[in-house]
């Protein structure tokens, strides 16, 4: 029990850290998982499949569901929120 403690206090900052990091978790789930897939020109390119930010969080879900990762809903939003930011641009 007190070598749990020490490290405990140790890994707060960082968790703390990336709790209020934002893309954090999306950033490298995308890496992870995403790219393991396709590259990010999927996102840019002429011909994409994906016009609106309903159809980016459905291609999320679907490929979520293709991996079988299950991933909750707020991960589904701060993905298709990252997707969007990043590449998208389709919320201001």
């Known amino acids: 029990?007190?070598?749990?403690?020490?490290?405990l206090c140790?890994?707060?900052?960082?968790?703390a850290a990336q709790a209020t990091e934002g893309d954090f978790h999306a950033e490298?789930?995308?890496r992870q998982h995403c790219t393991?897939?396709?590259?990010?020109?999927v996102y840019t390119r002429e011909n994409r499949?994906?016009?609106?930010?309903?159809?980016?969080?459905?291609q999320v879900r679907m490929c979520d569901a293709?991996?079988?990762?299950k991933l909750y809903d707020d991960d589904i939003q701060a993905l298709t929120e990252y997707l969007?930011?990043?590449?998208?641009?389709f919320t201001p």
């Open 28 to 30: 490298t789930f995308h």
């Open 1 to 7: 029990m007190n070598r749990i403690l020490p490290a």
């Open 49 to 58: 499949r994906v016009h609106s930010r309903q159809q980016l969080e459905s």
């Open 84 to 89: 969007d930011r990043h590449y998208y641009h």
């Open 10 to 15: 140790l890994l707060s900052p960082a968790l």
């Open 66 to 69: 293709n991996l079988g990762i």
């Open 36 to 41: 393991s897939c396709h590259d990010s020109s």
